[in-house]
Nanobody, 123 residues
Framework: QVQLVESGGGLVQAGGSLRLSCAAS????????MRWYRQAPGKQRELVAE???????YYPDSVKGRFTISRDNARKRTYLQMNSLKPEDTAVYYC?????????????????WGQGTQVTVSS
């Protein structure tokens, strides 16, 4: 129906950068908020960036000034540019989106999640 697929994770040294991508596909009428979460081993999943359909963004203090979220509405993609990475940024990063599904007989809203991509920052 609707799929979110992340890419761009990997291993990077502290101070380095990575850019994550998330592509949405399927029966999509429109996409509202798009978000990036992360979950480190033994920790709860936490929100690291959010962008509304109008382009407004939110970041928690832990990543503010280092991470930048963006989106390409035409391509149904969101990106997370991560700079000045720290070992504590190591986690599985998940993309999530509030999707208005082109349903039958009417569109309806539903949250979808990607499968996650591993980011490892070495010290």
């Amino acid at each position: 129906q609707v799929q979110l697929v992340e890419s761009g994770g990997g291993l990077v040294q502290a101070g380095g950068s990575l850019r994550l991508s998330c592509a949405a596909s399927g029966s999509i009428f429109s996409i509202n908020d798009m978000r990036w979460y992360r979950q480190a081993p033994g920790k709860q999943r936490e929100l690291v960036a959010e962008i509304t359909s109008g382009g407004n963004t939110y970041y928690p203090d832990s990543v503010k000034g280092r991470f930048t979220i963006s989106r390409d509405n035409a391509r149904k993609r969101t990106y997370l540019q991560m700079n000045s990475l720290k070992p504590e940024d190591t986690a599985v990063y998940y993309c999530a989106a509030e999707v208005v599904v082109a349903g039958n007989p009417a569109p309806y809203e539903h949250d979808f999640w990607g499968q996650g991509t591993q980011v490892t920052v070495s010290s």
